[in-house]
């Protein structure tokens, strides 16, 4: 999979990943008053208005960018009606020839950690028959359990040619919390990121990158630097752009001479850019027009970054 992503980002010349994470003030009112409509300030309502903004959104993207990332708990908070919404978009996406990065974070150990990896990057068995309930390219995985959380994941990468992305230095403030906490006197990520290319090396692409990819947020440029030593061969998962504070100079660390080596997401930026002042002329009922100029120009942007990798 890690093959076919970086033939995406190849041909688009657009290492950018749209993070559809819509609540509901990212929606513009008409969206939502139509959905109530038909069922009401209801869940089911607000479901339908996530799906209808996501599915404009994947239209309006689908040809700039390889992949587009939605974040689970985002739909989560919808129950059942959201899941199924969450579903759809994938699907959806998948029809437009997108790449689909499941933002779950999920971790835990032995046949619960299989479940995981079979709902969202597997198969499981019903009977006589397979199914992959989610089927996302990619997700999200957390370390935090060790090897016993990963392995299963790792399975499924490879019976099912699907990836990872491992979190290794994320990019919210209290990150460092833990992850910048001393261990034989180097900080937690480095020790993490150590296992994240250890857990990788047997599941290498034709392209040099492994299917076992690591987040590393832009808002930490110089860890992003040593990540990348201990990491060759790992791509990374770049939150942080944008919303978050980091801009393309950040930025450069993360990819190779020849401008790979990381996918960089967006969501705010993009998915609600019809209100922020530099894409008002868009108006609200312009959202997606102004999602494609958002993530146009974050392209642009990017290129300035990957020119002195």
């Given at each position: ?22 609540t ?51 739909y ?45 990057i ?50 919210n ?11 034989d006197?180097?900080?937690l ?27 590393a947020g ?39 001479a020849?401008g ?50």
């Open positions: 999979m890690i093959d076919r992503l970086i033939e995406r980002i190849t041909e688009m010349d657009a290492p950018v990943v749209a993070g559809l994470d819509p509901m003030a990212h929606i513009p009112g008409f969206i939502k008053e139509n959905a109530f409509k038909e069922y009401g300030e209801t869940l089911e309502g607000a479901a339908l208005a996530v799906k209808r903004f996501n599915f404009a959104l994947i239209d309006a993207l689908a040809d700039i960018v390889p992949a587009v990332k939605p974040q689970a708990a985002m989560e908070q919808f129950g059942i009606p959201g899941m199924m919404v969450y579903r759809d978009t994938i699907a959806y996406a998948h029809e437009k020839g997108l790449i689909v990065i499941g933002d779950v974070k999920r971790g835990d150990i032995g046949s619960t950690s299989a479940a995981y990896a079979n709902a969202h597997g198969q499981i068995a019903v009977g006589e028959a397979q199914y992959a309930p989610f089927d996302e390219d990619f997700c999200t995985v957390n370390p935090y359990l060790g090897s016993d959380g990963i392995r299963p994941f790792l399975e499924a990468c490879e019976e099912y040619d699907r990836g990872i992305f491992v979190l290794a230095k994320t990019s403030p209290s990150s460092g919390e833990f992850q910048d906490r001393l261990i006197g180097r900080p990520y480095e020790h993490v990121a150590e296992k994240i290319a250890a857990w990788g090396e047997d599941l290498i692409g034709t392209c040099g990158w492994s299917e076992v990819g690591a987040v832009a808002t930490y440029p110089e860890v992003i630097k040593t990540l990348r030593e201990i990491m060759p061969h790992t791509f990374l998962l770049v939150p942080g752009y944008g919303a978050q504070g980091a801009g393309a100079a950040e930025l450069a660390p993360c990819f190779d020849d790979l080596g990381a996918i960089v997401n967006s969501s705010r930026g993009i998915i609600a850019a019809y209100k922020k002042d530099e894409y008002a002329r868009f108006g609200e009922e312009g959202f997606a027009d102004a999602a494609r100029q958002a993530a146009l120009d974050m392209i642009e942007d990017l290129k300035t970054c990957r020119a002195h990798a």
